[in-house]
């Protein structure tokens, strides 16, 4: 059992204080929604938990299984087995999704050689163009590819935690249901994945069902309860909160 404990975490970004104190426990098979208004610092969070140039973290802890997250860079916090699908996934110009995959294998000791194979299925499985595993990192591909792209990646890598940014933007109905359903059957079975599912819509949250809703306002937690405060915030918005 894996888990991503956060407490009181702060950061700023260009010396604006943006994150003010989240305090949130995600555990292995548990799907945790967190939900809030644009500009509220979601993003932000999600960037600060990966290592993300830019942002600077000035009070507060992030540790996987007790390794502390915010002293190693980036790579080293996927390898602790934390996975970011990003709202905005970044072009990489001449390096190909089954370089990265290959490279992340051999860094945590499996073999690299199985790496085709696995994303081939994977592929299949989400209704993705084996074609566009060929093709440099979301370079020239669609905001709904880049999402399945990253879903793809996060399956074939296996990790113990992730993080997905709007992973629902861009999605139609069909691929919004099969990366749903690719990622809730990741919170099941022996290794299960621990999800912070950041998100606006509750389209995501009716395949991908949360365990736990967060209200995100003004840098921080406001309200946490179960799945039926996705309705309430559904009908009465977040204005009444932050
Ligand atoms: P959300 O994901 O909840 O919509 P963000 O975390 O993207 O919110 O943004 C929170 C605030 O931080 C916003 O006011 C945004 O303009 C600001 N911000 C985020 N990233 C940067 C950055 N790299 N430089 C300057 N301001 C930023
Ligand atoms: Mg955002």
Redo the contacts with the bound molecule.
């Keep these: 059992m894996s888990e991503l404990v956060v407490i009181d975490l702060h950061a700023t ?2 010396g ?1 204080p ?1 994150l003010k104190g989240v305090t949130l426990t995600v555990r292995s098979g548990e799907v945790h929604a967190l939900m ?12 600060v938990l990966m290592g993300r140039p ?2 600077e973290v000035t009070a507060g802890s992030a540790t996987l299984d007790d390794v502390d997250l915010l002293a190693l860079p980036t790579w080293e916090r996927a390898r602790a087995g934390l996975f970011l699908a990003a ?1 905005y996934p970044t072009e990489v110009p001449g390096v190909q999704v089954t370089d990265v995959l290959e490279a992340a294998f051999t860094a945590s000791g499996r073999d690299p050689a199985l790496v085709p194979g696995r994303m081939a299925e994977e592929a299949d499985a989400i209704g993705f163009d084996r074609a566009f595993l060929r093709r440099a990192v979301n370079v020239d591909l669609s905001g709904g590819e880049r999402k399945r792209n990253e879903t793809l990646q996060l399956a074939v890598l296996e990790p113990r935690i992730a993080v997905l ?2 992973l629902d933007s861009g999605l139609d109905v069909d691929a919004l249901r099969a990366v749903a359903r690719r990622i809730e059957l990741a919170t099941s079975g022996p290794q299960p994945l621990g999800v912070l599912a ?1 998100t606006h819509y509750s389209r995501l949250l009716q395949e991908l069902h949360p365990d736990v809703v967060h209200v ?1 306002g003004d ?1 921080r937690i406001l309200e946490s309860g179960g799945p039926e405060l996705v309705d309430r915030l559904e009908a009465e918005g977040y204005a009444s909160r932050a």
């Design positions: 970004v260009a604006t943006i809030g208004r644009n500009g509220s610092g979601k993003s932000t969070l999600s960037n830019g942002y709202q940014d709007e950041i995100f840098g």
